[in-house]
């Protein structure tokens, strides 16, 4: 868990990134992004660009190759080493579905599971990530599956421009 911009789905995508390379099969749950805006994003960590320019298409901002680069490592993505990576398109969660979801992804035989944004579940009150962790939990437990989250720190309704750099309250 980290502050906006910290880089948590970079690590996602790098932790992906690699698995795949190696063959093994990882399901990636992305609860902000689309499954093809995430494939965007897998493209642009992997080939070193902006992810919110390649994003928001915006090619000028980037080197001349940077749209070939996108479009090739995106086509690359589907190839057969790559094809154990799945992004699920599943993107409204609550602590109630998740180990449906997750015994579902582990029967396709997913080595890992990793969810992106997991305070983007239905209920995101303290509460409902407390009871949304226990359910992962109990669900990588029963299942045998590896279950990676990421979830932003600080999302209440305070705004206080000092926050980033204050120790974060649990919100």
Known sequence: AAHTGRGKTTL???????LGRQGRRVAMLALEQAPEDMRKTWAAVSCGYRVSAVLANKWELLPPRAKQDIHDHI?????????GVRFVEERFLNPATLGAI?????????????????????DASYA????????????????????????????????????????PQIE
């Open 128 to 167: 409902g990530v407390s009871l949304a962790a226990k359910a992962l939990s109990e669900a990588a437990r029963q299942t045998g599956v590896p279950i990676l989250c990421t979830a932003q720190l600080g999302m209440g309704q305070e705004r206080d421009p000092l926050k980033p750099f204050l120790p």
């Open 102 to 122: 997750v015994e579902a992804q582990a029967a396709l035989g997913a080595e890992l599971i990793i969810i992106d944004h997991l305070h983007r579940i239905a």
């Open 75 to 83: 086509a690359s993505q589907f190839t057969e080493q790559m094809r």
């Open 12 to 18: 996602a995508m790098n932790i992906l990134s690699d």
